[in-house]
Nanobody, 127 residues
Framework: QVQLVESGGGLVQAGGSLRLSCAAS????????MAWFRQAPGKERDVVAA????????HYSDSVKERFTISRDNAKNTVYLQMNSLKPEDTAVYYC????????????????????WGQGTQVTVSS
């Protein structure tokens, strides 16, 4: 089992940057596929980015490609989301998610694939 704690959210102006962190406790972090989801008021929780166990395979939603970067440091049990060129439509609660990956390259992009979730961190982008 793994526990996840997000940090790094806040208020930023459009065009600015933020870096979210998700620290995982528990054993064998490198066995887990990691992802960031976000949920705006009245909307579904959708995947933003996901990263394979090895870090060698990533996925991004179309709305954040070329602006966001997901990375992981398996030695520090941490996954990151670097967010650049932020837009007001990026405003949401951002959640970190984890689940076991059956090989080093697999990634999951659906909410139902992830068993472990953090509590979320608010990101607000002002225009």
């Amino acid at each position: 089992q793994v526990q996840l704690v997000e940090s790094g959210g806040g208020l930023v102006q459009a065009g600015g940057s933020l870096r979210l962190s998700c620290a995982a406790s528990g054993r064998f972090f490198s066995n887990y596929v990691m992802a960031w989801f976000r949920q705006a008021p009245g909307k579904e929780r959708d995947v933003v980015a996901a990263i394979a166990r090895s870090g060698g395979n990533t996925h991004y939603s179309d709305s954040v490609k070329e602006r966001f970067t997901i990375s992981r440091d398996n030695a520090k049990n941490t996954v990151y989301l670097q967010m650049n060129s932020l837009k007001p439509e990026d405003t949401a609660v951002y959640y970190c998610a984890a689940d076991r990956g059956w090989n080093t390259q697999v990634i999951y992009t659906t909410r139902s694939a992830y068993a472990y979730w953090g509590q979320g961190t608010q990101v607000t982008v002002s225009s």
